[in-house]
T-cell receptor
Framework: AQSVTQLGSHVSVSEGALVLLRCNYSSSVPPYLFWYVQYPNQGLQLLLKYTTGATLVKGINGFEAEFKKSETSFHLTKPSAHMSDAAEYFCAVSEMGLTGGGNKLTFGTGTQLKVEL | GAGVSQSPRYKVAKRGQDVALRCDPISGHVSLFWYQQALGQGPEFLTYFQNEAQLDKSGLPSDRFFAERPEGSVSTLKIQRTQQEDSAVYLC?????????????FGPGTRLTVL
């Protein structure tokens, strides 16, 4: 069974500071990993994904994440936070090679990012 | 182009009532997923369709939950005899095909409140 752990349900940073949101996963097979962002009263929007190949993945809005197999981690970073980054962020895992059932996602519990002036 | 749409956006039901939640996926998308997001939690998988076939319903919490996608496009999630624990946001997502690497495009969700 696959699972995702997001450390820190709430993270607060100053505008212009580094953003670091942590995600660790557990999967019995090589995983596909995703970060989604959710703004209030909206659906989830994909920030970035790791499938195969380069372990440093760049996404939208200046975010990036690095897949570290040895640490089973996929932490999300952004060098300089902007007020518009305030939202909830979800890490998710999907197992490769599922037969029949499609790529259902297993999500973490989310991290609420607050950006302060 | 149009994204995934869901209706109604908000639904209040009295305990014991039946409700039906609708999802319009992106045109041509093969895969359709339903997720349940309780307050303060991440979304949890309910069920999956590949075209009109329901291939995975392992996440449905009870036999009061039923989903269909009869023509392989619009899907309806029905909850019979609603209970307070059914209160949550129900998210629908669609994907171009069944590949594991494909992005799922999410709708805005239906917030269900059971009184």
């Amino acid at each position: 069974a696959q699972s995702v752990t997001q450390l820190g349900s709430h993270v607060s940073v100053s505008e212009g500071a580094l953003v670091l949101l942590r995600c660790n996963y557990s999967s019995s097979v090589p995983p596909y990993l995703f970060w989604y962002v959710q703004y209030p009263n909206q659906g989830l929007q994909l920030l970035l994904k790791y499938t195969t190949g380069a372990t440093l993945v760049k996404g939208i809005n200046g975010f990036e994440a690095e897949f570290k197999k040895s640490e089973t981690s996929f932490h999300l970073t952004k060098p300089s936070a902007h007020m518009s980054d305030a939202a909830e962020y979800f890490c998710a895992v999907s197992e490769m090679g599922l037969t029949g059932g499609g790529n259902k996602l297993t999500f973490g519990t989310g991290t609420q990012l607050k950006v302060e002036l | 182009g149009a994204g995934v749409s869901q209706s109604p956006r908000y639904k209040v039901a009295k305990r014991g009532q039946d409700v039906a939640l609708r999802c319009d996926p992106i045109s041509g998308h093969v895969s359709l997923f339903w997720y349940q997001q309780a307050l303060g939690q991440g979304p949890e998988f309910l069920t999956y369709f590949q075209n009109e076939a329901q291939l995975d319903k392992s996440g449905l919490p009870s036999d009061r939950f039923f989903a269909e996608r009869p023509e392989g496009s619009v899907s309806t999630l029905k909850i019979q005899r609603t209970q307070q624990e059914d209160s949550a946001v129900y998210l629908c997502a669609s994907s171009p095909d069944r590949g594991s690497y494909n992005e799922q495009f999410f709708g805005p969700g239906t917030r269900l409140t059971v009184l």
